[in-house]
């Protein structure tokens, strides 16, 4: 009797189990859609940008040396400081060029002393000659003779211009203004005229960047340019994420280099604030003058199918479509797209990271955050250069 029981109890629980099973399979649940970030493409006024390596150099830079040689008295300049074009930077001993300045302007005055002598004695030869009371001989020696004294005053004259010339070099001043370096030679020490390094001056209120263009892309993009244009360019040191120094070009070379195929340029930068170094490593962009209108999208929501680029829009019923685009420029974190897309397209902003094309998606709409990124040089010239295009 037992053994039946049990049969049954099996039998009905298998009954149970197999009700449950048709009554799930009659009802499936359904699955939630994936939520997707979505935006509509940007259409932005853009100019193409060329980039270009370059070193930073000051205008102007001097190697300080003295113009007279002599002893170091004193170091009149703090290392490192802005010193202004005339400022004492060194003095020398004078008290030699001092001595010598004495001795010759001592000269120059008993020169001048024979020399208006030498004049009485010619007027009264002049006059006793009138009466035949002298010869002529001694006429014409007196008048060498004031000949001769005149052109000694001018000769010690002369000398004692250049000693004061030297006397004044014992106080060496600044050429340029600008920032200083380091004394190379201390108080104390002998220096050579012309030949002591002393220390060193670069001016640091603007600088310059030499950059060279290849000969294809001038005669494509820049060759309606001229310095006096002043072709606008930004710059970025080593290290720095964005182009934060502006510019302009102020020098284009008269040749095309044969053997590089190049132009060389010179853009220049103001350096009001002092960041910008001599010798700096730095990158340069220099924007094409033709400005058009073309479809903004963020780099991210561009994916990569071996050897095509592709981005994935929404289509009907929320279905995402994959669609092949080709790219232009890129501008920070976002891509210009030259084909592929058109305006009032709707991509998936985070690209194919974690759906793929013919996926049903819960759109989320947000928009492409553009702002801070510099599509034209500025705003005026892009309006200017659209509308002569």
């Known amino acids: 009797m037992l053994k039946n029981i049990f049969i049954y109890s099996v039998v009905g629980l298998t009954l149970v189990l197999v009700g449950c099973s048709e009554e799930t399979t009659?009802?499936?649940?359904?699955?939630?859609?994936?939520?997707?970030?979505?935006?509509?493409?940007?259409?932005?006024?853009?100019q193409n940008w060329h980039t270009y390596t370059t070193r930073v150099e000051s205008p102007e830079e001097v190697a300080l040396m003295p113009r007279v040689s002599g002893v170091i008295n004193n170091i009149a300049f703090k290392e490192g400081d802005e010193v202004k074009e005339g400022d004492l930077l060194i003095q020398l001993d004078n008290r030699p060029f001092q001595a010598i300045v004495t001795s010759l302007e001592a000269q120059v005055l008993s020169a001048k002393a024979a020399l208006e002598q030498a004049k009485s004695e010619a007027q009264r030869a002049i006059r006793l000659s009138e009466r035949k009371a002298i010869s002529t001989e001694e006429v014409e020696l007196r008048k060498s003779t004031l000949s001769q004294r005149k052109a000694q005053v001018l000769a010690l004259q002369a000398q004692l211009d250049a000693a004061m010339l030297d006397l004044e070099f014992t106080a060496i001043r600044s050429p340029i203004n600008g920032v200083i370096s380091n004394a190379n030679i201390t108080k104390g020490n002998n220096v050579i005229a012309?030949?002591?390094?002393?220390?060193?001056?670069?001016?640091?209120?603007?600088?310059?960047?030499?950059?060279?263009?290849?000969?294809?892309?001038?005669?494509?993009?820049?060759s309606n340019?001229?310095?006096?244009?002043?072709?606008?360019?930004?710059?970025?040191?080593?290290?720095?994420?964005?182009?934060?120094?502006e510019g302009h070009i102020n020098f284009i070379?008269?040749?095309?280099?044969?053997?590089?195929?190049?132009?060389?340029?010179?853009?220049?930068?103001?350096?009001?604030?002092?960041?910008l170094r001599g010798g700096s490593f730095a990158r340069i962009k220099l924007a094409a003058n033709a400005v058009t209108e073309q479809i903004i999208i963020p780099s991210k929501a561009i994916g990569t199918d071996l050897k095509n680029r592709f981005v994935l829009t929404v289509g009907d019923n929320?279905?995402?479509?994959?669609?092949?685009?080709?790219?232009?420029?890129?501008?920070?974190?976002?891509?210009?797209?030259?084909?592929?897309?058109?305006?009032?397209?709707?991509?998936?902003?985070?690209?194919?990271?974690r759906v793929g094309p013919g996926m049903p998606i819960q759109p989320n709409s947000v928009e492409i955050?553009?702002?801070?990124?510099?599509?034209?040089?500025?705003?005026?010239?892009a309006e200017n250069l659209l509308a002569k295009h």
């Open 194 to 222: 012309g030949q002591s390094v002393l220390t060193s001056i670069v001016s640091n209120k603007k600088m310059y960047a030499y950059f060279d263009i290849d000969e294809r892309t001038w005669n494509q993009s820049f």
């Open 253 to 275: 070379d008269n040749q095309i280099n044969a053997s590089t195929g190049t132009l060389r340029l010179r853009a220049v930068f103001e350096n009001a604030d002092n960041q």
């Open 225 to 245: 340019i001229t310095a006096d244009s002043k072709q606008q360019v930004v710059m970025q040191k080593v290290g720095q994420n964005t182009f934060s120094y």
């Open 26 to 46: 009659k009802t499936p649940s359904k699955r939630p859609l994936q939520p997707i970030d979505v935006a509509e493409v940007l259409i932005k006024p853009v």
């Open 369 to 381: 955050d553009s702002r801070g990124v510099a599509f034209t040089l500025s705003k005026d010239q």
């Open 318 to 353: 929320n279905i995402l479509q994959y669609k092949l685009v080709e790219l232009g420029e890129r501008y920070g974190k976002l891509r210009a797209v030259t084909s592929g897309l058109t305006k009032g397209d709707i991509i998936a902003v985070n690209g194919p990271a």
